[in-house]
Structure formats: C-alpha cells, structure tokens
C-alpha cells in the first residue's frame, strides 16, 4: 500500500498497570501495529501511556493533560457525528475521595484504545459499538491489515495486467 496515496496515522493508547491477560492482548495489538507500520500499510504510530481515569481539572495543568483532553474531545465529536457509541469511556462521573469527602470529576479510560486518522482526519475510535456490534481495538486493528493486503492485492493485479 503506498501510504502517500492515503496517509494513515494511528494513535494507540494503552492502560499502564493492567491485569496480565489485558497486558498480552495490549502486547498482541501493538506488535501487529508495529508490523503494519514497518511494512508501510500505516504511515505513523504513535503509543500513548494512560491511567485508569483522568481528572479533567487537573490534567489542564500539564501539557500531557491537555494533549489527552484534546484527543477526548475529538472522540466525543467523532462519536456524536458518527453512528457509533464510545460506551467503553465512561466520560463523566463523580468519585468521591476517601480522605477528604471532596467530589471531584473523572473520565474512566478502557485498557487500550485506538484512533485512527486519515490525511489527519479521525476517521475511527476503538473500542465502539455501531448497530449494536462492539468493535474492539484488534478488530480495527485486523481490518487495517486486511484493507492494505487488498490494496496491495490490487497493485499486484495491475501491475500483472499491464
């Protein structure tokens, strides 16, 4: 796939400190992204480390926060303009803290999540769900290598006829 004619980026966002089985799957995804990238079908990869949650308030005082609020933000766009359903983020809910009775706000972050952006477009997030199917990180990631074997599958063929 000659990734100049569409140019994909791929952001994948992996939980630190998870349960071992979710650390295999996270090593599975990423290893497969790695080679999609090395064979040149995905132009750019980037891994991003998160937590289990983030406290809006508080991530806005470092630029780390702030870079991951942005990227929340487009996937709250990017799901309330496309037929799918992030139900995976738990965007808005209150904890309460032990020590100090104080509320606060806080976004809970699946294991791993992945945006993928076309010509710098998001074009997907994952996990989502669309027309009641859930649709996680691997399949998306299984889907990207599957379109470039047939646009590589294509090339082939032209390049046989001519």
């Known amino acids: 796939m000659d990734s100049t004619a569409n140019p994909v980026r791929v952001e994948l966002f992996v939980r630190s400190l998870c349960p071992g089985d979710a650390r ?51 996937f709250e766009q990017w799901e309330r303009d496309s037929d799918a359903s992030l139900d995976a983020f738990d965007w808005q809910h209150p904890v309460t803290n032990m020590v100090s009775d104080e509320s606060v706000t806080v976004i809970t972050l699946p294991t791993l ?21 859930v649709h996680r990180v691997v399949d998306r990631v299984n889907a990207l290598g599957d379109t470039a074997d047939v646009a590589e599958e294509r090339e082939h063929e032209r390049t046989v006829v001519q």
């Open 24 to 74: 295999q799957h996270q090593h599975y995804v990423l290893d497969r992204l790695q080679a999609l990238e090395d064979a040149g079908r995905i132009e750019d990869l980037s891994i991003l480390i998160w937590g289990r949650r983030i406290e809006p308030r508080l991530a806005q005082r470092t630029a780390e926060g702030r870079h991951l609020l942005e990227r929340l933000s487009m």
């Open 113 to 133: 999540a992945l945006a993928e952006y076309v010509d710098g477009d998001l074009q997907y997030v994952a996990p989502c769900t669309r027309d009641g199917t």
